[in-house]
Each structure stands twice: as structure tokens, then as C-alpha cells.
T-cell receptor, first 111, second 114 residues
Framework: LAKTTQPISMDSYEGQEVNITCSHN???????ITWYQQFPSQGPRFIIQ???TKVTNEVASLFIPADRKSSTLSLPRVSLSDTAVYYC????????????FGKGTRLHILP | DADVTQTPRNRITKTGKRIMLECSQT?????MYWYRQDPGLGLRLIYY???????NKGEISDGYSVSRQAQAKFSLSLESAIPNQTALYFC?????????????FGSGTRLTVV
């Protein structure tokens, strides 16, 4: 099972770009990398998913190097409302019962 | 209406009582899950179901049971609640897509056992 390691917390300022890196050294061939955002007392919300290289959507970008042993979630020009916990998940669609939500990264955006 | 609806949103119950948390979804997904979250921790999987006839234990199933009444409904029961089951409970669904997958979570049920 691909275990993930993320920073416990990060601080940044409004308007800055924030990059959160996740390590997953034993990622398997069929594993996808998915990031979720969670606000207090709410369920996690899907942000972005990728398999390799770069993926971009309207809220974030996901950078995955060729060896896929890490990934970086990039949030452009953050605002106070981006203060949340961000989870990096690695898993296979056929084994998603084994996907583990770690403690995530607590991102705090300052004015 | 929300894609994944959990009821109740908040519940206080006494030790030893039986309690059921309910989850319904309009996503049309086959897979449903129950997670538990304690303060400052990630989510831990309690039970999951890949279809109506398939129920599986997760990481922390002791003290819990589930019922998959239909594709859209998945309920979690605490047969005899104890204080250390006080937590935030989330139901989720997932879609096995052609290119990856994703979970859709409900808004959660905050359970307090006194």
C-alpha cells in the first residue's frame, strides 16, 4: 500500500501561490494521486487527480514527476477561504478500500 | 439537494443506547463508505460496500454494523454506544471511472456519546 507523507501544516499569505508536496515512494503502477480539501465540520471535497505529468483544472494544478514518487499540489493566488486541510491520497480504483486518509496538511492563509 | 445526504447532522446519545446513522445518495454510484474522523486526525474507514450484496469491514469496524438497503442507501449502526465513539462520521460514495475515481462525501454526522 502506498503510504503518503505530507507536511503537517503550512502558512501563507493571500495572493501567494502555495505548493504542497506529498511523498509516496512505493506508489504502484495502477495508482492514481488524488487531492482533497476539507473545511472544519465538512466532508472532504475532491480537488484534482492525476496519474503522471501535469494536470490543471479551474482551482489547482498537480505536478507529478516522471518517477511518480512525489506530487505537488499548486494553489494559485490563495485567499483566506483556502484555509483548510489538504489530503493527498494514492490508490487504485480496484483497491480503493485500502486508500488511507492521513492527517493531511493544515494550510493557514494569512491576510 | 445534496448528492450525499446524511441524517441526523448532530446527535447526542447515552452510553449503551443503539443508534443508527443514515446515508442516501443520488449519484448512482455502486460504492459507498462510512468513515470516522476524530479531532486532528484523518479519516478512518469503518465499513464499505461495493454493491448491495457486498459488505466489507474497514480498519475500525469493531462496535459498528452496517446495512445496505438499496444502491442509494447505506446505514451505520452503533449497537451499544460508548463514549470513545464520539466523533464526526462521514458517508461517501465513489465512482469507478475510466480514468481514475473520486469520492463524494456527505456533510457529516456529529455524534456525541455521554
Amino acid at each position: 500500500l502506498a503510504k503518503t507523507t505530507q507536511p503537517i501544516s503550512m502558512d501563507s499569505y493571500e495572493g501567494q501561490e502555495v505548493n504542497i508536496t506529498c511523498s509516496h515512494n512505493n506508489i504502484a503502477t495502477n495508482d492514481y494521486i488524488t487531492w482533497y480539501q476539507q473545511f472544519p465540520s465538512q466532508g472532504p471535497r475532491f480537488i484534482i487527480q492525476g496519474y503522471k505529468t501535469k494536470v490543471t483544472n479551474e482551482v489547482a494544478s498537480l505536478f507529478i514527476p516522471a518517477d511518480r514518487k512525489s506530487s505537488t499540489l499548486s494553489l494559485p493566488r490563495v485567499s483566506l477561504s483556502d484555509t483548510a486541510v489538504y489530503y493527498c491520497l494514492v490508490g487504485d480504483v480496484d483497491r480503493d478500500d485500502k486508500i488511507i486518509f492521513g492527517k493531511g496538511t493544515r494550510l493557514h492563509i494569512l491576510p | 439537494d445534496a448528492d450525499v445526504t446524511q441524517t441526523p447532522r448532530n446527535r447526542i446519545t447515552k452510553t449503551g443506547k443503539r443508534i443508527m446513522l443514515e446515508c442516501s445518495q443520488t449519484k448512482g454510484h455502486d460504492r459507498m463508505y462510512w468513515y470516522r474522523q476524530d479531532p486532528g486526525l484523518g479519516l478512518r474507514l469503518i465499513y464499505y460496500s461495493f454493491d448491495v450484496k457486498d459488505i466489507n469491514k474497514g480498519e475500525i469496524s469493531d462496535g459498528y454494523s452496517v446495512s445496505r438497503q438499496a444502491q442509494a442507501k447505506f446505514s451505520l449502526s452503533l449497537e451499544s454506544a460508548i463514549p470513545n465513539q464520539t466523533a464526526l462520521y462521514f458517508c461517501a460514495t465513489s465512482d469507478r471511472g475510466q480514468s481514475g475515481y473520486g469520492y463524494t462525501f456527505g456533510s457529516g454526522t456529529r455524534l456525541t456519546v455521554v
